[in-house]
Structures are given as structure tokens and as C-alpha cells.
């Protein structure tokens, strides 16, 4: 019981999660935009981009669990998952706001496009960094809203009293 409480008070607040999440976000999208590059000398770009993109959600996930929300743990593969959706439609948003783009002007030049991707980029890690902190992180399961108990209720998924088997377990053999 007091290990659950002093685990509660270690939450850090919104302000410094939402900084820790940008600064282990960007470091992680620094770092892949380089490795897209090494790696697509090697491979076609668009595998290149797919395996990057899959590696970098995993370890952001990982220093998202460990740093930027305080568990201090190994994400399980059920917060994997979550945050690969969440960043599933982090980039859904990006790729629509550049298509909506392209059907309201002709030619946009490079500047616009760069502006008009930065900022659903913004809007959607705002997004993210929210469904992280509220669902896919959260300390008490209780705090969630009802719409998102009510969507894992419609999709039959059942809260694990025990941690599923996954990355939990190669952090504790490391």
C-alpha cells in the first residue's frame, strides 16, 4: 500500500510530464530522421521509414513509461499497443492535413507545406502526449474518462489484474 502511494506522489505534474514528453518525443524523432536516412541508403526508403518508425515508437514508449510519466517501469505490451495506435493516428493526421493541403492549393510551395505539417504535427502530439498521460499511462484507471471505459468495454478488452508477458520481462532479466 505505501508503495502504491509514494508511487501516486513520484507522478510528476502535467507541466513536467508534457516537457519530458517533448524532450524524449523530439530526441527519439531527431534521432529516427537520421536513421531513415542511414538506413535507406541500404534499403528502399519506404521499408527503411516503416522499420524506423516501428523501432522509434517502441523505445519513445519505453523512456515514456520509464521517464516522462514516472512509472518507472518497462511499458507492458498492452501500453505498446496503445501508443502505437496513438502514433498511428498521430500520423493519419499529419498525412490528411497534407492532403487537404493539396486539394486547397494548386502548388504549395515548400514553406507552407513545411508550416501546414509542423502544425498538425503539433496538434497531434498535443493529442498523443493526452492519451498518454490520461489512458495509456494513467496512475488510476478510475480517472479515464467514461467514453474511453465504454470504447474498451465495446472492444472486449478486460483490465489484467497480472502484467502480460513482453518487454515487462526483458527489463527484469536485463
Given amino acids: 500500500m505505501e508503495t502504491a502511494q509514494s508511487q501516486e506522489q513520484a507522478a510528476p505534474g502535467a507541466f513536467t510530464a508534457f516537457a519530458r514528453f517533448v524532450l524524449c518525443g523530439g530526441g527519439v524523432g531527431a534521432a529516427s530522421s537520421f536513421a531513415v536516412v542511414a538506413l535507406a541508403s541500404w534499403i528502399p526508403w519506404f521499408l527503411a521509414n ?3 518508425a516501428v523501432g ?14 514516472g ?5 507492458t ?3 505498446h499497443a496503445q501508443s502505437a495506435g496513438s502514433a498511428a493516428a498521430a500520423y493519419a493526421v499529419t498525412c490528411a492535413a497534407m492532403v487537404v493541403l493539396q ?3 494548386a502548388a504549395p510551395g515548400a514553406v507552407l507545406e513545411q ?14 502526449f493526452a492519451v498518454l498521460r490520461l489512458v495509456v499511462f494513467a496512475r488510476n484507471r478510475s480517472q479515464a474518462t467514461a467514453a474511453v471505459r465504454a470504447a474498451r468495454l465495446a472492444h472486449g478488452t478486460v483490465a489484467r489484474t497480472a502484467a502480460p508477458a513482453g518487454p515487462a520481462e526483458l527489463c527484469r532479466a536485463a
Fill in 56 to 69: 522509434s515508437t517502441l523505445i519513445a514508449t519505453e523512456l515514456h513509461a520509464r521517464f516522462t510519466f
Fill in 71 to 75: 512509472a518507472g517501469a518497462c511499458a
Fill in 115 to 128: 508550416v501546414v505539417y509542423l502544425f498538425a504535427s503539433a496538434l497531434a502530439g498535443v493529442a498523443r
Fill in 103 to 105: 486539394q486547397l492549393v
Fill in 77 to 79: 505490451w498492452h501500453q
Fill in 50 to 52: 516503416a522499420l524506423i
